[in-house]
């Protein structure tokens, strides 16, 4: 593709009559592109007041279905392109169709942006379109479980026993000091050297504590990506006999899901994005569902960007800590760690003794080893 055509297709259907002159002719490919570029992008020339003009016998937007569009997007543009459109067309122009209707639904390629949408409209999504929603569903979260599951378990697992060794030889569990220790009578006065003789492992314990963790996660409007990944989380943690997990999700109402805590996909396909938030509400909740405040440990998942009164919250909150029960707030629960919430709140909350913070999945589970060791 030259790059006058490049220059069109970034610029749109108003610059064609300038670059016809600098000999800027679209090649049949690149009207293609234009067109499929002008369905989703022309939009934004609507949203200003001006008409769609239509061209006698051009390949005009308009002869476009969303369903040959997708097609065609996907088959003109690379990969890195289609979910960039993709996801301006759902986040931008609100072209919902693509998750609604099941023959565009089922060439959409699964990934969390996809989910995200999925998990926004769960409640119009209905028969045919349902089945294919939990398809995806399930493959995107295996996705991102098969990411996150070696390393959260390996942390969450077992822990070094500082006082026993192994004769197992795994090179992250070598004892330097002891093997110091243990060799200086083989030193070397002549040569000035260690001899070592034998080498000393720590063994690997087994954490079998009986912690119970809470996980109490937002699920406004917001809060999708955390929703997610609180998910996988709580499947991660629920295979680990060491825990009993228990997961609530709440807007202005609280729903118990730790009957689905091991199933992070049927827990994301009852999950309804949207609406308000009551954050004391679900705390409260929470605070009877703690059967030994020593051993619980209660993660909320939140924007903290509370729609009750902040008064109530803060209560809610300093008398689970004056019950000695381990407090985190998480502003964020996903891969990149971007935090967007209320400072204010999460401040006088910190104060109360619930710790802030803005973790990743891996991040969380070493601070919970260091919680609860």
């Known amino acids: 593709m030259s790059k006058l055509d490049r220059w069109r297709l970034v610029l749109g259907k108003y610059a064609d009559q300038r670059l016809h002159g600098l000999g800027g002719n679209l090649s049949d490919t ?10 989703l992008y022309g939009r934004e020339y609507q949203g200003r007041g001006l008409r769609s003009e239509l061209g006698p016998g051009s390949l005009d937007p308009s002869q476009l279905t969303l369903v040959t569009w997708l097609g065609e997007v996907r088959e003109l543009f690379p990969n890195d392109t289609v979910e960039v459109i993709e996801k301006h067309a759902l986040d931008r122009y609100g072209l919902t169709e693509l998750v609604t209707d099941p023959k565009t639904l089922e060439r959409l390629e699964p990934n969390q942006q996809l989910l995200r949408m999925l998990l926004t409209l769960r409640g119009h999504l209905k028969g045919e379109v349902l089945h294919l929603a939990r398809r995806i569903v399930k493959q995107v979260v295996d996705e991102i479980r098969d990411k996150l599951e070696s390393e959260v378990r390996q942390a969450l697992a077992g822990r070094l026993n500082r006082f026993r060794h192994s ?25 000035q050297k260690l001899v070592i ?9 087994t954490r079998r504590l009986p912690w119970d963790i809470i996980l109490c996660v937002d699920q406004s409007g917001s809060m999708a990506d955390s929703v997610i990944h609180s998910a996988v989380m709580a499947g991660i943690l629920a295979g680990l006999p060491a825990f009993r997990v228990k997961l609530v999700v709440f807007d202005t109402s609280v729903v118990d899901l730790s009957e689905h805590a091991d199933d992070p996909v049927e827990m994301l396909m009852r999950v309804q994005l949207g609406g308000g938030t009551d954050i004391a ?3 409260r909740y929470c605070a009877q569902l703690v059967e030994n ?9 939140t924007d903290f960007c509370e729609g009750a009164q902040p008064g109530e919250l803060v209560r809610a909150v300093k008398k689970l800590a004056e019950a000695r029960v381990k407090l985190l707030g998480l502003a964020a629960l996903d891969g990149q760690s971007h935090p967007v919430y209320d400072r204010q709140m999460a401040e006088r909350l910190a104060a109360c003794g619930m710790e802030i913070a803005a973790l990743t999945p891996q991040r969380l589970a070493h601070w919970l080893v260091k919680v609860i060791s």
């Open 30 to 39: 690149s009207r293609r592109m234009d067109a499929a570029l002008e369905f």
């Open 197 to 205: 003789e034998q080498l000393r492992f720590f063994e690997r314990n």
């Open 167 to 191: 004769p197992m030889a795994i090179a992250q569990n070598f004892d330097a000091p002891g093997t110091v220790r243990r060799n200086l009578k083989h030193y070397d006065p002549e040569r």
């Open 293 to 301: 405040p020593h051993r619980t440990v209660l993660v909320l998942v």
């Open 281 to 283: 509400q679900a705390v």
